[in-house]
């Protein structure tokens, strides 16, 4: 199963990080139509970000192994950066909450809101 959690700002929701972690194993390697449409939609985001935003996000791949995407949301973002990248992280939000909607036995989307280590 592919987990995903979502962490947001306790104060204005905004989000401050996601983990994406697992795989979905819905078919055969290569035939995993959700594993498929969830990385792309999750390093598509992150790939976004990167080229549309000033400063790209802090991110943590378990490399060659895949399966495991941990990006955090720079604190230097301001002003448009921060909208704009916060404007992509919401989309990317929506699309997995859309594939969790119809494939839910393969994916599960979480959201925290605050927290010791989250502003």
Known sequence: MIELTIH???KDRTVVS????????????????VCAGVSA???GAVNSIATLCDTPLDVKTAGDEGG??????????????????????????????DIEAAYGDFINVTEIVGGADIC
């Open 41 to 43: 939609v999750a390093i």
């Open 68 to 97: 495991y995407i941990y990006a955090t949301v720079p604190s230097t973002w301001s002003g448009r950066t921060f909208e704009d990248g916060q404007l992509l992280l919401e989309g990317m939000v929506i699309a997995l909450k």
């Open 18 to 33: 996601f983990e994406l972690s697992g795989h979905a194993n819905a078919a055969e390697y290569g035939e995993d139509i």
């Open 8 to 10: 947001r700002n306790h």
